[in-house]
């Protein structure tokens, strides 16, 4: 079982930078691939970001590519995601999660993933 606390989310305006934070539980979060995902109203849960149980990929939207880092400590059980120029499109529930056994399909996708934060909100005014 891997619990996952987000943190870090707020309102900004457009242009500027928020560094969302997940703490995991768990003495194995090593060996968990770990995601960013959001969702905005009305919309369905989208892929932002993925990094591997190294640290040593990441892998992300196109949408946010060049904009935001995907990071990981694992002594410190916590991913991170820095977000840079940001626009309001990118207004949202953002979710940390947990993948035991993600593949190349799946780590875009929300099935890929076996453990799920409850969100932090991200607002970014025009």
């Known amino acids: 079982q891997v619990q996952l606390v987000e943190s870090g989310g707020g309102l900004v305006q457009a242009g500027g930078s928020l560094r969302l934070s997940c703490a995991a539980s768990?003495?194995?979060?090593?060996?968990?691939?770990m995601g960013w995902f959001r969702q905005a109203p009305g919309k369905e849960r989208e892929f932002v970001a993925a990094?591997?149980?190294?640290?040593?990929?990441?892998y992300y939207a196109d949408s946010v590519k060049g904009r935001f880092t995907i990071a990981r400590d694992n002594a410190k059980n916590t991913v991170y995601l820095q977000m840079n120029s940001l626009k309001p499109e990118d207004t949202a529930v953002y979710y940390c999660?947990?993948?035991?056994?993600?593949?190349?399909?799946?780590?875009?996708?929300?099935?890929?993933?076996?453990?799920w934060g409850q969100g932090t909100q991200v607002t970014v005014s025009s």
């Open positions: 999660a947990a993948g035991g056994s993600v593949s190349t399909t799946t780590r875009v996708t929300a099935r890929g993933y076996d453990y």
């Open positions: 768990g003495r194995t979060f090593s060996s968990y691939v």
């Open positions: 990094i591997s149980w190294s640290g040593g990929r990441t």
